[in-house]
């Protein structure tokens, strides 16, 4: 277990349509990163916050959009949904950034169908 | 340039054979090479990771070497058994958002077969 948690595990849902993903982070970590993982592709970096305030964007569609809260914990939201969207949304986070370890939550998995 | 390029997609070797996967980059500023693995339907994890202060760094059985003047680091796995077999991601640090995103490498797929 990382310590990184996320929420929901699964999701299905239909095109055109908008869902959120939830990310909590270690405790005393102050970064969160999103990555998207389609089948058998690789990890591909949308974006990451720090204490708060957005620090580095990849190449993440203008239908998404992420956020992270006084709390820590960060939201993903997804809209407009494609079939292409179908992937495993990880969350990480870490210390600071990118030259510190990144611990990685279960993941959510998206089906749209 | 924010790329690394990983080599081979798939990798495999017989139980107690040696693995080697080799990463390319081409960012000089470079100076932080982490290596994930993420077995089937799990999270990835780090496993090791070196700075550009050393040229290579020991854990057990893995081992990272790196070669700043080629621009390239290396992950080495000696006496590979079944439960090395996963999925395996080198990565670095991006000079666009001011190095605080990892950019990984499209990861190569080793299977140890007893």
């Known amino acids: 277990d990382s310590g990184v948690t996320q929420t929901p595990k699964h999701l299905i849902t239909a095109t055109g349509q908008r869902v959120t993903l939830r990310c909590s982070p270690r405790?005393?970590?102050?970064?969160v990163y999103w990555y998207q993982q389609s089948l058998d592709q690789g990890l591909q970096f949308l974006i990451q916050y720090y204490n708060g305030e957005e620090r580095a964007k990849g190449n993440i569609l203008e239908r998404f959009s992420a956020q992270q809260f006084p709390d820590l914990h960060s939201e993903l939201n997804l809209s407009s949904l494609e079939l292409g969207d179908s992937a495993l949304y990880f969350c990480a986070s870490s210390i600071g950034g990118a030259y510190n370890e990144q611990f990685f939550g279960p993941g959510t998995r998206l089906t749209v169908l | 340039g924010e790329n690394v390029e990983q080599h081979p997609s798939t990798l495999s070797v017989q139980e107690g054979d040696s693995a080697v996967i080799k990463c390319t980059y081409s960012?000089?500023?470079?100076?932080?090479f982490p290596w994930y693995k993420q077995e089937l339907g799990k999270r990835p994890q780090l496993i090791i990771d070196?700075?550009?202060?050393?040229g290579e760094k020991k854990d057990q059985r893995i081992a990272v070497t790196l070669n700043k003047t080629a621009k390239h680091f290396s992950l080495h796995i000696t006496e590979t058994q079944p439960e090395d077999s996963a999925v395996y991601f080198c990565?670095?640090?991006?000079?666009?958002?001011?190095?605080?995103?990892?950019?990984f490498g499209a990861g190569t797929r080793l299977a140890v077969h007893p």
């Open positions: 960012d000089s500023a470079s100076n932080y």
């Open positions: 405790s005393g970590d102050l970064s």
């Open positions: 990565a670095l640090p991006s000079p666009s958002g001011g190095y605080n995103k990892l950019i």
């Open positions: 070196i700075r550009s202060n050393v």
